[in-house]
């Protein structure tokens, strides 16, 4: 089982560097209880910059997040949250197989005998036994109805519950060409602790989205705010500028925005 599925109880950890292991992580958190896993979230082989870590209970997360959040690690300091599960869908119903119906066999053939007595009045020791078969008997031969199978009954899409993150902003729409330098003066108006555009796995293409990680939720609010009432554009792009949603990490990411 992943750190998703084991451990409930973990914390988020944004603004890492990316040369932090998981052994650091693990050994950073150590002193605030018994931690479970360490780890951080990579694209290939390259570190997104955050990460995550379990430990037994809540009252550990609570802990963690009171010692360690703006802490100072790798130089960079780092922003602790606690990590909530995502609420778990409901599963389709699958109608139930209609029960199999025996088929009757048909009755064989079957043929009359008859026996007729002579009409001349001889003796009833030179009476001729005639025996007559009568035609074959058809049966009745029913068409089989091939039986219509029932329809399927569609289940609602059961949209699951995501919880907003209280310091990083998803920004969508934005030039390919744009790097993490460009991306962090856009938000040069408010403190930031780090800004990242992501990229393809394979070929390490700007995919035109990015997160920026604010130094505090009041921080974060304020540009969300803005953004909205005040558009920002960028070479004629108008960029999509909201707060991301912590889920359940994946081993891909774990922050994403809700883009519909």
Known sequence: PTIVDQFPSKVFVGNLSFKT????????????GDVKEARIITRGPRSLGYGFVAFADDATVNKAVEMKN????????????S?????EGAQDARPAKPSARRRRTPAKDRSKARIDAPQ????????QVKVEATEDVKPTVRRHQPRKSPKKVEQPIVKEERTPSETVVFVGNLPFSTTDEELSKLFADFS?????????QKNS??????FVTFASHEDQTKAVEKFVNEPLTVNDRVLNIKAAFSE???????VEADTA
Do not use: C, W, Y
Not at 70 to 81: F, H, S, T
């Open 21 to 32: 292991t998981d052994g650091q992580l693990k050994d950073f958190f150590s002193d605030v």
């Open 248 to 254: 359940s990490p994946s081993a891909d990411s774990a």
């Open 83 to 87: 990590a909530r599960p995502m609420a």
């Open 192 to 200: 930031i602790s780090s800004a990242h555009v992501v990229v393809g």
């Open 205 to 210: 293409r700007p995919k035109g989205f990015g």
């Open 70 to 81: 703006q802490a100072e690690l790798e130089g960079r300091k780092i922003n602790v949250e």
């Open 120 to 127: 001349d009045g001889s003796d009833s020791s030179q009476k």
